[in-house]
Structure formats: C-alpha cells, structure tokens
C-alpha cells in the first residue's frame, strides 16, 4: 500500500473533553496535550492523558487565540477550558491544513 501526499490522519480530538467531564478518553486526551504542546499552549512531555488544571489553562489559551472561530458562533466572550464542537473543530483544522470541516451545528454539552 502507497501513502496518499497531504491526506491527514484521523481527527486529533473526536470527543468532548473537560476537566469535570468524567467520561475523558485518556487517549483522546493525551492526543489533545501533544497538539497543545507542539502548538506552545504548554507544556507536557510526555502527556499524562489527565485532564487537569493545566491541560484547562492550555485549552482556554488556545480559545483566546481562536475567539471568533470557538468562542464567538456560542456568544461567549470568555474560554470555557472545554473541548467541544468548535473548539475540536479548530484544533483538527490546524492539525489537518486545507482540510475541510464545516461549523457544526451547535448543540449544547447536556452533560452526560
């Protein structure tokens, strides 16, 4: 099998992710650390797959760079620290450039 030049891997984030939500995939987790840390959004080498109090200062520091693309279609003026749907959305556009991912439709975190 060949290798496609330019085809991305599969999204880096797929799931929510927060430091309240008890269901975390540490996998998906340590995904989103390596992508903060190779972004300057922290550091942690390696990832620890713990969604804690600095992986939430480093997801809302990257909220604050990309306000209008992940703050801005909630009305929200302030980071949240939560991996959802627009702030998963901006992280797997900048991992993936020329990738095409559409706003989804936003739906709020039920919590559950």
């Not at 085809?7 to 903060?36: E, M, W, Y």
């Not at 600095?54 to 990257?62: D, G």
């Amino acid at each position: 099998t060949g290798e496609v030049l330019g085809a991305c891997a599969p999204l880096i984030v797929a799931t929510f992710l927060g430091r309240s939500n008890p269901h975390n995939d540490s996998s998906q987790v340590s995904k989103l650390q390596t992508f903060l840390d190779e972004n300057g959004f922290g550091t942690f080498s390696p990832p620890t797959g713990f969604f804690g109090a600095s992986t939430e200062t480093a997801v809302k520091a990257f909220q604050l760079k990309y306000a209008s693309e992940i703050l801005t279609p909630w009305g929200l003026t302030e980071p949240t620290g939560n991996v959802y749907l627009t702030t998963q959305r901006m992280i797997n556009l900048l991992a993936c450039p020329g990738s095409q991912i559409p706003l989804p439709a936003l739906i709020p975190w039920a919590g559950k």
